[in-house]
T-cell receptor, first 117, second 110 residues
């Protein structure tokens, strides 16, 4: 058990809909990262938050947004869903935020499998 | 920009065979390097890491050495087991994020 909790584990929804994925980081970790893993695109970094602020942005679509709350949990919102958004979405957390702060490793949750039909 | 290249899979080996999964990188400076493993149906977990040139990371019989001169971080294991079947990801730390290789699926047959 990595200590990172993601809910829900599975989600099936229709095209055009909006969903929210939730992540609780490990106790004490200030950074949260979101990743998308699909068969054709591999593991794609979406976005990182550090202590409530956006720190880095990757290949995140405009239809997607995220935030990190004062209690450090994070939510990834996916809207106007398309079939191609079907993937495994991972959240990871780490103590530091990279850069000058300590970064030893990122701990991953078990993922949310999103199926868009 | 920074990038990581891994050998394509799947790699299929028999139990007790020697394993090498190649990983090379392109980066400015000397980034920290990582190997993560993803077992079926699970999230990624750190397997080993190295933070500077010539460091050797090791865990669960796996090893990888940070080679600055060849910009490589190849993963090796002397004798693989069926339970090592998984997808292995090489990654480097670049500023605030990890840059990932595409992953290499490893299949070990009894």
């Amino acid at each position: 058990d990595s200590g990172v909790t993601q809910t829900p584990k599975h989600l099936i929804t229709a095209t055009g809909q909006r969903v929210t994925l939730r992540c609780s980081p490990r106790s004490g970790d200030l950074s949260v990262y979101w990743y998308q893993q699909s068969l054709d695109q591999g593991l794609q970094f979406l976005i990182q938050y550090y202590n409530g602020e956006e720190r880095a942005k990757g290949n995140i679509l405009e239809r997607f947004s995220a935030q990190q709350f004062p209690d450090l949990h994070s939510e990834l919102n996916l809207s106007s869903l398309e079939l191609g958004d079907s993937a495994l979405y991972f959240c990871a957390s780490s103590v530091g935020g990279g850069g000058s702060r300590a970064f030893s490793e990122a701990f991953f949750g078990q993922g949310t499998r999103l199926t868009v039909v | 920009g920074d990038s990581v290249t891994q050998m394509e899979g799947p790699v299929t080996l028999s139990e007790e065979a020697f394993l090498t999964i190649n990983c090379t990188y392109t980066a400015t400076g000397y980034p920290s390097l990582f190997w993560y493993v993803q077992y079926p149906g699970e999230g990624l977990q750190l397997l080993l890491k190295a933070t500077k040139a010539d460091d050797k990371g090791s865990n669960k019989g796996f090893e990888a050495t940070y080679r600055k001169e060849t910009t490589s971080f190849h993963l090796e294991k002397g004798s693989v087991q069926v339970s090592d079947s998984a997808v292995y990801f090489c990654a480097l730390r670049s500023n605030y994020q990890l840059i990932w290789g595409a992953g290499t699926k490893l299949i070990i047959k009894p």
